[in-house]
């Protein structure tokens, strides 16, 4: 049986800044067995000179460049749009796949679970151990948009990212609520290995510790019910009570005094899901489900 030299799978990067580790991450892309039909490149803020590195280095890779700051996920919205093939596998520009056959594998698991609308897979981080893949799967409510691969009708159906420079505590999980209020699923699967290539230090920034709160209180006012207001306060002080037992104290007032701000510049976005979603969503989330083929 002859191998086929492209998967029917658009590989798509996010960029900004971080030149050396993207170009390793298109190394390894290109380097699968199969690679990718095609790879996406979007480089945020402007930086034309990084795309033409890009394009130099890799003239079968294309590059888009956004000329504001859109961040991770207003690009992923445009890579998503531009992606010619149903699955869009989605790295981050310091994220890749350990495993060559990474993206046969990918085909193979949306075979086997049809009803997966987003399949997460297992994110390794710099000097965690990585552990042997395995044929285990479960249903869960959260996916890391740096190791995962969408079905693209289905990702356009929920609208997309709310493009925010610093996501911390929205991306993922908005759009993860609002495609489980739809009746998507997400699969997550330890035969996909993805390394992330950071000690996760940038996440103690006190523009990052800002965002993770302002971001909690903007996920609450778009997708909750007023009545469940609440829920977003209190999830709020439950993220702030545990950066100061962190001692991440640097970004707290920032962020509560961000948040009006943040709701403004997004107030014609809200549209709340369902309350039934939102619990099945939390009940998801406390307890994922073991999925059998």
């Given at each position: 049986m002859t191998r086929r030299s492209t998967a029917d799978v658009t590989a798509i990067v996010t960029a900004y800044q971080r030149v050396d580790e993207l170009l390793n991450t298109l190394r390894i892309l290109c380097e699968c067995e199969p690679a990718p039909?095609?790879?996406v490149v979007h480089v945020d803020g402007g930086e034309r000179?990084?795309?033409?590195?890009?394009?130099?280095?890799?003239?079968?890779?294309?590059?888009?460049?956004?000329?504001?700051?859109?961040?991770?996920?207003?690009?992923r919205n445009k890579l998503i749009a531009a992606a010619h093939h149903p699955l869009v596998a989605s790295f981050d520009d310091d994220s890749y796949p350990i495993d060559r056959d990474f993206f046969a594998r990918l085909e193979t698991l949306f075979e086997e679970y049809p009803e997966a609308s987003i399949i997460d897979a297992h994110v390794y981080?710099?000097?965690?151990?990585?552990?042997?893949?395995?044929?285990?799967?479960?249903?869960?409510?959260?996916f890391s948009g740096g190791g995962c691969c969408y079905r693209r009708?289905?990702?356009?159906?929920?609208?997309?990212?709310?493009?925010?420079?610093?996501?911390?505590?929205?991306?993922?999980?908005?759009?993860g609520l609002r495609l489980h209020a739809l009746g998507g699923r997400v699969l997550r699967s330890r035969r996909l290995r993805v390394c992330h290539n950071t000690d996760l230090a940038r996440h103690a920034d006190?523009?990052?510790?800002?965002?993770?709160?302002?971001?909690?209180?903007l996920l609450g006012y778009l997708r909750y019910p007023r009545w469940l207001w609440g829920v977003a306060a209190a999830?709020?002080?439950?993220?702030?009570?545990?950066?100061?037992?962190?001692?991440?104290?640097?970004?707290?007032?920032?962020?509560?005094r961000s948040i009006p701000a943040t709701i403004g510049r997004h107030k014609?976005?809200?549209?709340?899901?369902?309350?039934?979603?939102?619990?099945?969503?939390?009940?998801?989330?406390r307890h994922p489900i073991p999925a059998s083929r």
């Open positions: 039909a095609e790879i000179a990084f795309a033409e590195r890009i394009r130099s280095a890799f003239p079968n890779v294309t590059a888009i460049v956004s000329d504001d700051r859109v961040g991770p996920g207003g690009g981080h710099l000097n965690q151990a990585i552990e042997p893949d395995a044929d285990r799967s479960e249903w869960v409510a959260d009708a289905r990702f356009l159906e929920t609208g997309g990212y709310v493009p925010l420079t610093a996501a911390y505590g929205m991306e993922e999980v908005d759009v006190p523009e990052v510790t800002a965002a993770s709160i302002a971001n909690i209180a999830q709020c002080l439950k993220r702030i009570g545990w950066l100061l037992r962190s001692r991440r104290v640097r970004g707290i007032a920032a962020g509560l014609s976005e809200r549209r709340p899901v369902p309350t039934r979603a939102l619990r099945s969503y939390w009940a998801l989330r």
